[in-house]
């Protein structure tokens, strides 16, 4: 005589999303109850990513450290006090390279080599894919989500970077920094993204890692995640409604 087991079985580690009233539920393998996400009452009409250490890791540090392993101390008195994140900011504001290396070799002519090696190690820079947040990135576009992607980064390494990586073509428009001469968090910068995605603010989940860039998002009204972890932004991705 066959036994009917009555408690529904689920293949090891798997998980199943269910709809129960406003929440999105959850079981876990192994679990005896499931786990609710409430799903925002505002889902997102669109989705805006950051790039830079969000779905690819970057700091200037991953150029620098072989050139300085001889003595980690200067390598944080350089990009402390030469090639800082001011001088920096200046290239993502549209400066060129050309001219933000003369300007900075003119100031520090003891460091103009390594000064230089901020354009011709430029790629070095990055350190990889963040692996799960493109995979987020990649399911949202299969399944009809409309993807942006808001940028502060230097117009003239641009599109190399587009290029290099496969998950740009994702996004349905990106607006970089150093194409509109203006910066994150400056509220100028998000109002052109709004006009290029025609999409409101209201209606427009924004996610970057860094807190200002998020508080200027917060104050024009749109809807907000500070990037900390794939796991808690998978978290956000589900309450919103977002993934199925």
């Known amino acids: 005589m066959l036994t009917v087991n009555r408690r529904p079985c689920f293949p090891p580690k798997s998980t199943v999303f269910f709809i129960v009233g406003t929440s999105v539920a959850t079981i876990d393998h192994g679990r005896s109850r499931p786990v609710h996400h409430p799903v925002s009452e505002r889902k997102p009409a669109c989705v805006v990513f950051d790039l830079g250490n969000v779905l ?45 290396i003369t300007e900075l070799s003119a100031r520090f002519p003891d460091h103009a080599d ?76 998000y109002r052109i993204l709004l006009e290029r995605t025609g999409f409101p603010a209201e209606q427009t989940l924004f996610i970057d890692d860094r807190k200002e860039n998020i508080l200027a998002a917060d104050a024009l009204g749109f809807q907000t995640h500070h990037f900390q972890s794939p796991k808690r932004l998978t978290e956000e991705l589900l309450n919103q409604g977002l993934l199925a």
């Open 114 to 189: 390594m000064i230089a090696a901020y354009d011709s190690r430029w790629k070095e820079m990055f350190n990889g894919e963040i692996r799960e947040n493109v995979d987020l990135v990649r399911k949202l576009h299969t399944d009809g989500v409309p993807l942006f992607a808001l940028t502060n980064f230097p117009k003239e390494k641009y599109d190399d970077f587009r290029r290099a990586y496969g998950f740009m073509d994702s996004f349905r428009d990106v607006v970089v920094s150093g194409h509109e001469g203006v910066i994150k968090p400056d509220m100028q910068i």
């Open 56 to 100: 690819v890791r970057w700091h200037p540090r991953n150029a620098f450290a072989p050139l300085f392993r001889n003595d980690p101390r200067d390598l944080d008195h350089f990009l402390d006090n030469i090639c800082n994140m001011d001088w920096h900011n200046r290239l993502d504001a549209g400066l060129s390279f050309r001219e933000g």
